[in-house]
């Protein structure tokens, strides 16, 4: 990518605000999974290499798995949010390896809540 | 005769494996002892096709199905239902669509009373792709800032912010970046800016994790910032301990650097900055501005008196700005939304001058004995008490409040009677404590207040630079009356010498470290003096934590003899042979309280030590 003017910058915006928040693209689904040295530290890697195994497997190519920092909740992690498209994010909690293929399976296939580790829905209050 | 009551209980494989049967058995038995069995029948039945709940057991014609039924909820069901009749709660089966549907975030307390202006992108956003960024209003304020603003309109924005250094310091960014950019111009040299991301509080993680979630936050604002300040020149100064935050930061840094957000001519202006990283080798006093200037100039990291400013002389003699990456980070939403909104948030009134409150928000690293323990953004202001109850969640197991402290570990700590004090960076500073960068420790009521002043005297003594005379002995001379205390041989007069040294380094000490090193120990003498009485003129430690002040005795009243304190001990200091009642041998007892948690019937005792020869 060359340098940028102030035109690009806002072109990029649009672009990657509209997948960020699955407006358009080919994904109905998001799985962010939370990690900042506390999730990490939990196991949020092996949470992640399940996920990434587990979709391969499957051969899905409508659900963007991504990373993003620390959630908040640090005595919760490893934590993840799934977003399906339309629908309000849910944070998870406590997470393991079987934990997010379960996650998997009834919330982004089966659009069930997995309840047993859901912390919440919605988004954070920003100022 | 036909029965009142039929139990149906599923004789189905995969109950049966659940001990069904034995389930069937203890009610029959139940039902006989109570003499219900003219009255009530158990039918084990074929599979009752919900296997993932079982042992299923059925009571007709009331229609209650109990799901998870062991032997000992048998005994129960036969008391409470077959002859009270009062179904049993607890083992009722609820289907999952009459579960009570997950909460929304707002209405959980640790996220509704946090308000995310730094943190705004955490969990968002991934801090790895720069397009993320920019997908959420990124690099939108450095363009305002570079066609629509002069440097002066900037520094104005920022003055009127209000904002203040969250390194802890609290002085107020915008006057620090003008006299910077005064000192630059009047000179003629150029000016370096700095980014201070040498966290080393025990316990604190607040800027590791803005760096590691929201990366191109903090370059933006350091942009920003060299724009007003004039400078080409950048430096984050990052701890070894992050290896996350500096590959990211890099990443974060590279990207800009392809975008042409950093380089020469930046969109297309007569702007050229460039940020570099630099590493600190893990020294706590890397911190103190002026040491970690000392250490980036690749000199042994000690702080300098300060009557020379750094913003006039400070790397390499140049003029230089440091703002810690908190900071930072809240400067493009400064830009981007005005200083009024920033000031719409916060305590005291900062239209007159930036000392005269505290606005926006601060982000705090929040843990030891609460509930919740994590990393959370509050309005300046916010009662101390919201911080630990409603955001924390309060004390975990049932025990009580006893302390915070806030501000890393000369910090001070705060008693109950604090916690509706304000936070912000006036509020602790009166009450012996500070803002510090936002590292924010509970204690609970097993928490030794001397042991607690002693664990960090002697962090700092071991991080002490040496240089100057109050500082290096002063810690010296603190950690030795701390030990005294805690080990039972204090004397009368160590509180005295205690508040001595520390008002002597509270004047003198060369640097800030040195200045509030004895806040630990101050704090907890205005406010926990009768914990350090006790343990002088009586040899006890009300919370049970120095050992040299407490013992272990084994309750004979409990004790069955069954060796397994005998085995958890390392030292073979218990006595006793198997089904009599053990005892401690004082003399090999190294009080490592193994054996209580080893003891099934709580039959080991913490005691105060006894005097008795």
């Known amino acids: 990518m060359p340098r940028l003017s102030i035109e690009d910058l806002k072109k990029i915006r649009e672009e990657s605000k509209a997948t960020l928040t699955l407006r358009s693209g080919q994904a109905r689904a998001k799985i962010t999974v ?79 809540v997995v309840v047993d580790f859901a912390l919440a829905s919605g988004c954070e209050t920003t100022a | 005769m036909p029965y009142r009551t039929n139990v149906l209980v599923c004789a189905g494989t995969g109950c049966v494996s659940g001990n069904s049967f034995g389930v069937a058995q203890t009610l029959e038995n139940e039902i006989r002892k109570l003499g219900l069995d003219q009255e009530v029948q158990v039918i084990r039945t074929g599979c009752q096709g919900f296997c993932a709940e079982g042992p299923i057991v059925i009571v007709q014609p009331d229609g209650i199905f109990y799901c998870g039924v062991q032997q000992k909820d048998a005994v129960y069901i036969a008391q409470e239902h077959l002859l009270k009749g009062r179904p049993v709660r607890k083992l009722l089966y609820s289907p999952p669509a009459e579960k009570k549907p997950i909460p929304a975030l707002k209405d959980i307390p640790f996220f509704a009373k946090q308000r995310l202006v730094v943190l705004r992108n955490r969990g968002a956003i991934d801090p790895e792709r720069i397009d993320d960024y920019i997908a959420v209003d990124g690099y939108a304020a450095l363009v305002k800032a570079l066609t629509e603003m002069t440097p002066e309109q900037i520094l104005g924005e920022i003055k009127k912010s209000g904002l203040r250094g969250r390194g802890g310091g609290g002085f107020p960014t915008g006057i620090k970046w003008e006299t910077c950019r005064k000192a630059a111009v009047s000179r003629a040299v150029d000016p370096v800016v700095v980014c ?145 909104w920033f000031t719409s948030m916060g305590s005291g009134d900062v239209s007159e001058n930036p000392w005269g409150g505290s606005s926006g928000t601060k982000v705090f690293s929040l843990v030891g004995k609460v509930k919740n323990t994590g990393l959370i953004e509050v309005p300046m202001g916010i009662p101390l008490r919201e911080i630990v109850f409603d955001i924390g969640g309060g004390i975990p197991e049932g025990r009580s409040f006893k302390a915070v402290q806030t501000g890393g570990p000369s910090g001070g700590c705060l008693p109950e009677s604090a916690l509706d004090m304000p936070v912000d960076f006036d509020s602790l500073t009166e009450a012996g404590s500070m803002m510090g960068s936002g590292g924010m420790i509970v204690m609970d009521d097993q928490t030794c207040m001397v ?24 810690l010296r001379s603190s950690l030795d009356a701390l030990n005294r205390i805690t080990q039972g041989t204090g004397k009368p007069d160590d509180i005295g010498l205690l508040r001595e040294i520390g008002e002597v380094m509270q004047d003198c000490c060369l640097c800030a470290l040195g200045t509030s090193a004895a806040n630990p120990v101050l704090s907890t003498i205005q406010y926990f003096k009768d914990e350090y009485e006790a343990h002088i003129n009586k040899g006890v430690c009300p919370a049970g934590v120095c050992t040299a002040l407490i013992e272990y005795q084994i309750d004979p009243e409990k004790c069955d003899g069954c060796h397994a304190c005998v085995h958890g001990c390392s030292t073979n200091a218990i006595i006793g042979n198997v089904k009599q009642v053990h005892f401690i041998d004082k003399e090999k007892c190294i009080k490592c309280g193994a054996c209580v948690e080893a003891c099934k019937r709580n039959g080991i005792l913490k005691v105060p030590r006894s005097h008795a020869a």
């Open chain 1, 34 to 112: 939370h990690m900042g040295t506390c999730g990490i530290s939990a196991g949020a890697r092996d949470v992640m290499g399940a996920l990434l195994k587990e979709i391969e497997k499957l051969g899905l190519t409508d659900v963007i798995v991504t990373t993003s920092g620390c959630a908040g909740l640090c005595s919760r992690e490893p934590m993840a949010t799934v977003e399906l498209r339309g629908e309000a994010p849910v944070k998870y909690v406590d997470l393991k390896p079987e934990r997010i293929l379960r996650v998997l399976r009834e919330h982004v296939l089966e659009g069930k």
């Open chain 2, 196 to 340: 201070n991301a040498d966290e080393g509080d025990p316990g604190a993680f607040m800027d590791r994790s803005i760096i590691e979630s929201d990366p191109h936050s903090v370059v933006e604002g350091m942009i920003i910032g060299a724009r007003a300040i004039g400078a080409k020149e950048g430096f984050v100064y990052i701890r070894h301990e992050y290896p996350i935050a500096r590959e990211r930061l890099k990443k974060a840094l590279d990207q800009a650097r392809e975008y042409g957000l950093l380089g020469e001519n930046i969109f297309g202006t007569m702007m050229n900055f460039d940020i570099e990283i630099v590493q600190g080798a893990g020294a706590f006093v890397c911190g103190e501005s002026t040491a970690l200037m000392a250490s980036l100039e690749g000199k042994v990291g000690e702080p300098r008196a300060k009557y020379i400013h750094t913003v006039e002389y400070g790397y390499k003699n140049r003029p230089t700005n440091l703002n810690n990456v908190e900071t930072w980070a809240n400067v493009p939403l400064i830009i981007n939304r005005g200083a009024e």
């Open chain 2, 451 to 474: 042991d607690v002043a002693r664990y960090f005297i002697a962090f700092l003594t071991e991080e002490s630079c040496g240089k100057c005379v109050p500082c290096r002995e002063g």
